[in-house]
Nanobody, 123 residues
Framework: EVQLVESGGGLVQAGGSLSLSCAAS????????IAWFRQAPGKEREGVSC????????YYADSVKGRFTISSDNVKNTVYLQMSSLKPEDTAVYYC????????????????WGQGTQVTVSS
């Protein structure tokens, strides 16, 4: 059974930093792309960043480029999202997701999803 468990969300002031973790079980990272998505109230789910374990490529939404960094620890089967210079518009529930592929920010490609972790950025 595949499980993705996010952690690290919380409340932070604008300009601050937060690090999210996604611990995976039931899969090995070698053939998977792992991504972070977010969904704010009343808005559609948005792809934030993804990492392809096949070639190490990373992708970022324009809205987070230069502020967020995705990384992985394949020994721990964990993917991280380091977020800095946070803005109130980053407030959302953040989800990690996985699929066997090269990586994309299109959510329909992803087969496995975590339960989400809330990130709230106060102004």
């Amino acid at each position: 059974e595949v499980q993705l468990v996010e952690s690290g969300g919380g409340l932070v002031q604008a300009g601050g930093s937060l690090s999210l973790s996604c611990a995976a079980s039931g899969i090995t990272f070698d053939d998977y792309a792992i991504a972070w998505f977010r969904q704010a109230p009343g808005k559609e789910r948005e792809g934030v960043s993804c990492l392809s374990s096949r070639d190490g490529m990373t992708y970022y939404a324009d809205s987070v480029k230069g502020r967020f960094t995705i990384s992985s620890d394949n020994v721990k089967n964990t993917v991280y999202l380091q977020m800095s210079s946070l803005k109130p518009e980053d407030t959302a529930v953040y989800y990690c997701a996985a699929y066997t592929g090269w990586g994309t920010l299109y959510d329909y490609e992803y087969d496995y999803w975590g339960q989400g972790t809330q990130v709230t950025v106060s102004s």
